[in-house]
């Protein structure tokens, strides 16, 4: 046996639920069951630009998959199935019990079963690739939003953003508020459960990786749409909550990236359903807006002024890939 074939036998080898054939092939296999479509998607994880080489692996192998099964969500798809690329600067056996731990506390908790993948020696670097199931013709794109759609957010938006600027130094927290929104930072939910709930209920979703105002202005940009939202409407974490006057956490609420919320756009007929359904899965929903066909974003304060969204740091936040 190869050390490498060790190593996955040892560290990445669980039950592959779902799987017609699994790893140790030269390729695994998979029957889409009949009447769906594959959704897949890929994200991929690089030290030093998507999280600190020294950071906790646990939270990094939860994190790497769970990033993943966000974009599933978002697609209105069940994740099922995933490989991961990884490359080691060298075999560490404690940080690879760890990342393994943390990847599959994930993937158990969401029903994803890793099936294949590739181990090499490079800078580390961690690529994920999910595939989920989703009934023909019921995928939720970025397309579908209709002029007058309420604007809904499955949850808090800034606490991720919040904790990477206190643990760089850029934004005073004392300890335990920090350890209050770090789990956001190292452990985001992904909201599957949701994403497919809305399969047959909203017109367009996104998962907020690259913050509110760039996410919702994909989903704008593809439905050829514009956007009123009120600010005060966003739900917030405690945290953010208390911080809220400060102008530098309305950036990270607007334009502050890695939270994985949903953000999506629904008919007004629906909203009764979908508090229910937020209450039901206990999210802390919120609607923030509506769609408009005249393009561009707005957002607005409790007194209907109109916030300075490119102040609000819009430009700066937002990554050019
Ligand atoms: P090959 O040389 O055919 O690419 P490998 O030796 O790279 O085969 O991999 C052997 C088996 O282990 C394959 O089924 C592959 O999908 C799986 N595998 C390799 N690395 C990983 C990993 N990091 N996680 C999960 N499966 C892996
Ligand atoms: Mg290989």
Known sequence: MTPEFDLIARYFT???PNTDLGIG????????????Q?????????????????ADPYGIGWKSLAVNISDMAAMGAEARWATLALALPAIEEAWLAEFSRGFFACAAQFGVALIGGDTTRGP???SV???GTVPQ??????????????IWISGPLGTAALALAAMQGRYPLDKDALAECSGALHQPQPRASLGLALRQIAHSAIDISDGLLADLGHILQASGLGADLRFN???????????VADSAIQSMVLAGGDDYELCFTAPSARREQIATLGKQLGLSMGMIGQTRSQTGIEVYDADDRRLDIQKAGFDHFSQPY
């Open 14 to 16: 669980h039950a592959q």
């Open 25 to 36: 092939d030269d390729a695994a296999l998979i029957s889409v069951p009949p009447g769906h």
């Open 38 to 54: 594959l959704a897949i998607s890929a994200d991929m994880l690089v030290a030093g630009t998507h999280f600190f080489a020294d």
């Open 124 to 126: 580390l670097t961690i």
């Open 129 to 131: 690739q999910i595939m």
């Open 137 to 150: 013709q019921q995928a939720l794109t970025r397309g579908g939003a209709q002029p007058g759609d309420d």
């Open 233 to 243: 409407d966003i739900p917030l974490s405690s945290i953010t909550r208390q911080h």
